[in-house]
């Protein structure tokens, strides 16, 4: 299991991936619920950080499929 500064690296990584490679995806990311909290200062975990991770990769691999 990856720890939260090794899996903040990677959701970095991934999201500058998106925004260079497929910015019509990038200009959506903020509209994911994942990234809108229902909280004001809500906690999150490193399972909150993975289940980003692999939705980003998801979001990749579907638009790879689609276009």
Do not use: C, G
């Amino acid at each position: 299991m990856k720890n939260a500064k090794d899996l903040l690296t990677e959701i970095s990584t991934v999201t500058r991936d998106i925004e260079t490679n497929y910015p019509e995806v990038y200009e959506h990311l903020d509209e994911i619920p994942m990234t809108i909290p229902d909280q004001q200062n809500p906690d999150i975990d490193v399972k909150d950080l993975e289940n980003y991770l692999e939705s980003l990769k998801d979001i990749i691999k579907k638009y790879k499929e689609e276009h």
